[in-house]
């Protein structure tokens, strides 16, 4: 595979790479009248033919999405997910931060293409650049004509606000966002009904996290078949992986899907501190599957991922030596979830509390044979059996964990 | 009642308007701005102007980990516990660290009222841990001498 100019992450370490006369200045909103002068129908036929799966965990294909938008709905909404809160993941903040306008020309394209007049930003409310951010960047393209009335002199109308989170992780949820969005605790809702067919206000909504609408103006510039040229089989396309823990050049490397994990380890990321071996690895975010050092050399797509036993997630790397204590791992990422957990399904809301509980004193080396068990025990119950998938999140890591290490685990019980 | 059943009409309230509905997030952070937390009083307000009833305003901000509705301090330090600041040698490191200095422990307000110390989830700064936020500004890559710097600026602040 020959090698890739960034596309992603070409403007992000410019001078003022985040003003709209910097983008523009190196080819931004291009795509935007090329897309302008073209059938939205042909547009979703590009989309769906360039392989490009959803950036923000679940990996739904993108085009099959917009499709599924009734033509016909007088009335319809596109909501842009900025929630990035999965555990190893900083790839949104810095696209929102360095160059929102990659984002925003996909969106413009996107609620072109299904027809939608009104757009929804959704970001997280700690994330107070990136609020600035969106906002300057929105009403500078209102004020080159990129928003509002008759965009282009195309006669398409598009307008987008900006609304702030205030500290939910469950409000990544597609569902859960859009009561967030409608001013509601976040709670997420049955589906279906999808959010295609009633999503905000009952309309028809297409929700989409904001790496996946970066990548909008470079299928519709270069076309689908540039884009399904990078990859795999099942897939396509350049992804951005934030890598952490324990590597000597912690970031975001943008790298086409396929790419071996212990390449972007090690010739992306520097490799491990102090020339440590690697003991585990979460490849996705910190609800996938932990690997062990042995699946090192999967490469990082969706289907290969699977094969291993975990996923793609949201492409958050969390790298961790040979010295890390993984029952301390197990026990924080419960504890985010079971902080994140929006109460209303019992598995994950009591279910969570007990299971920390079993780690709490596991980790303090209080815990006995029966923690372990009972650990066990609820996490295969509440595997699947969530309303929503955070539930099984929360389970991933314990449940990975018990099976890699459990000798670690059973090395903290009291009197062993 | 449903709250998604938007366009009935409950007995014996106004037609809910859900565009209005959809306001509260953003008014809750103006209302909130005023004291640093949400009084009854301000709750009240947002209520009132959004056709909300009070407990309905609570039960939203309770949701949302920034809505407050105790009094904090006046600089609020959030210190990230998530996995990476772990990992790097931050989390409960720097939690420890930063009470020392303040004599408090998370949850807790210096007794002059100017700090408010807590540990908060992710904020996606897993590449540039450790991290903490103090108010509305994030800070990244903490050492002990970064952290020293930051709390002796925010000290010398009236």
Known sequence: MAEQQPVLLANVHRPDSEKIATYVRHGGYTALRKALKTDPEEIIAEVKASGLKGRGGAGFPTGTKWDFMPKDAPVKYLAVNTDEGEPGTFKDRLIVERDPHSILEGVIISAYAIGAHRAFVYIRGEFFLGVKRWIKAISDAYQHGFLGRDILGSGFDLDVSVHRGAGAYICGEETAMIESLEGKRGVPRAKPPYPAQSGMWSKPTLVQNVETLANIPHIVLRGAKWHSGIGTKESKGVKIFCVSGHVNRPGNFELPLGTRLKDIIFEHAGGVRMGRAVKAIIPGGASTPIIGADRISTPMAFETLKAAGTALGTGAVIVMDETTDMVEVVRRTTRFFVHESCGNCLPCRVGGKRMLEHLERLAAGTGTARDIENLEYLARGIYGQTFCPMGTGMVEPILSGLRLFRDEFEGKVKSN | ?158
């Open chain 2, 1 to 158: 009642m449903d709250s998604r059943n938007v366009s009935g009409k409950p007995e014996g309230t106004a037609i809910i308007d859900p565009a209005k509905r959809s306001m509260l997030l953003a008014a809750l952070y103006v209302a909130q701005e005023q004291n640093g937390y949400l009084t009854r009083d301000a709750v009240h307000q947002v209520a009132k102007r959004l056709g909300l009833t009070d407990s309905e305003v609570y039960s939203t901000a309770s949701f949302y980990t920034l809505f407050r509705t105790e009094p904090v301090g006046h600089h609020v330090i959030q210190v990230c516990e998530g996995l990476s600041c772990y990992l790097n040698e931050g989390a409960e490191r720097v939690v420890d660290y930063v009470g020392a200095k303040l004599g408090i422990r998370p949850g807790e307000t210096t007794s002059d009222g100017r700090f408010t110390l807590e540990t908060v989830q992710c904020l996606a700064s897993c590449g540039t841990a450790p991290a903490m936020r103090v108010n509305d500004q994030l800070y990244e890559n903490l050492s002990p001498a970064s952290i020293d710097d930051i709390l002796e600026r925010l000290m010398g602040e009236v």
